[in-house]
């Protein structure tokens, strides 16, 4: 029997319309100027992930779970440190598994300062799950880290930046401020679903500004960390150069378990002295930052 669902040269333009603006960038949030006048926003985040990468996938090989443990073991004491001892606030997702696992490590990163945002349950796929869990896991994830941390979170990132066709729908009705998980942009936009505005501010990652596609290693695959941490460390220069001389937003999504090791902590460390040895170049947390496009640009909830 021959399949009889039209491909997608056959679909007509009302199909190929809807499915393109399901969950698309709108009007750009990129402000006149950040706070206190800055040129340049910088934003730091780090998901947490730690076991849950091989818990998604069910492999319960000790060696792979190993190498999620040294983010919380080794990763995010340096991380701490570093982050304590230039005075920046970052963003830390969890997936609530790896949150129920360290308990005593999220409430101190939220003692600190730092944002906890939603990062999935289990580190799931969310174009994977069947009707429903998505959401189901969604809002069991905001209440685990909200028991955890002492405070709702307002921003979500899908794991993996697998952001299904039912994603923005569970976002709106969470109300939370922002997602950053779309790459339609380098700068803030406003999220519109079907041609009509939502209110939710897009922080918009990028895998160039993601440390695990340069250093990550999966034995018996051709997975391998072939870049050089100075690589690694000249292409996220050459972004943040460019977000200031654009007066832009720098996001850099970075992972415990990566980032942490002794060489990339170092490089880290050099890159985070050079921007804040850099004018006008304004540090947040992934919800300053939100709080501060949607307050610019009149959005709903940018007061709350």
């Given amino acids: 029997m021959s399949d009889s669902t039209p491909k997608p040269w056959e679909w007509d333009e009302p199909q190929w319309r809807r499915i393109v603006g399901r969950a698309r960038a709108g009007r750009s949030l990129a402000p006149s100027a950040w706070p206190g006048g800055a040129r340049c926003a910088v934003a730091l985040s780090f998901d947490a992930d730690h076991e849950t990468i091989p818990l998604r996938d069910a492999d319960e090989s000790p060696m792979r779970i ?11 004491k340096r991380i701490r440190a570093l982050l304590d001892r230039h005075g920046v606030r970052a963003t830390f997702f969890y997936p609530a598994v790896s949150a129920l696992l360290h308990p005593d490590e999220v409430r101190a990163v939220a003692d600190e300062g730092h944002e906890i945002g939603i990062h999935s349950w289990i580190h799931e796929a969310n174009t994977a799950l069947p009707p429903g869990v998505e959401r189901d896991l969604t809002l069991r994830a905001a209440d685990a880290l909200e028991a955890l ?7 979500i990132r899908t794991a993996s930046w697998d952001f299904s066709t039912d994603t923005l729908d569970i976002v709106r009705e969470m109300g939370l401020l922002y997602d950053s998980s779309l790459m339609a942009d ?19 990652p990028e895998w ?7 250093f990550n290693m999966q034995r018996f695959s051709a997975l391998r960390p072939y870049t050089p941490p100075s690589a690694v460390e000249e292409i996220f ?3 943040f150069e460019g977000a200031v001389a654009e007066g832009g937003l720098f996001l850099l999504t970075m992972h415990p378990h990566v980032i942490g090791h002794r060489s990339r902590i170092a490089m880290l460390d050099r890159l985070v002295t050079l921007m804040r040895g850099t004018p006008g170049v ?7 930052v ?7 640009a009149g959005l709903r909830g940018a007061s709350t």
């Fill in 66 to 76: 190993s190498q999620g443990q040294y983010g919380a073991r080794q990763g995010m």
């Fill in 149 to 155: 941390s002492g405070r709702r979170p307002v921003g």
């Fill in 186 to 204: 380098d700068d803030p936009y406003e999220l519109e679903e079907q041609g009509e505005p939502t209110g939710i501010v897009e922080l918009p």
């Fill in 208 to 214: 160039i500004r993601d440390d695990a596609v340069y």
């Fill in 237 to 239: 220069r050459a972004e």
């Fill in 282 to 288: 304004w540090f947040g947390t992934h919800e300053d």
């Fill in 290 to 296: 939100a709080r501060w496009c949607a307050q610019q």
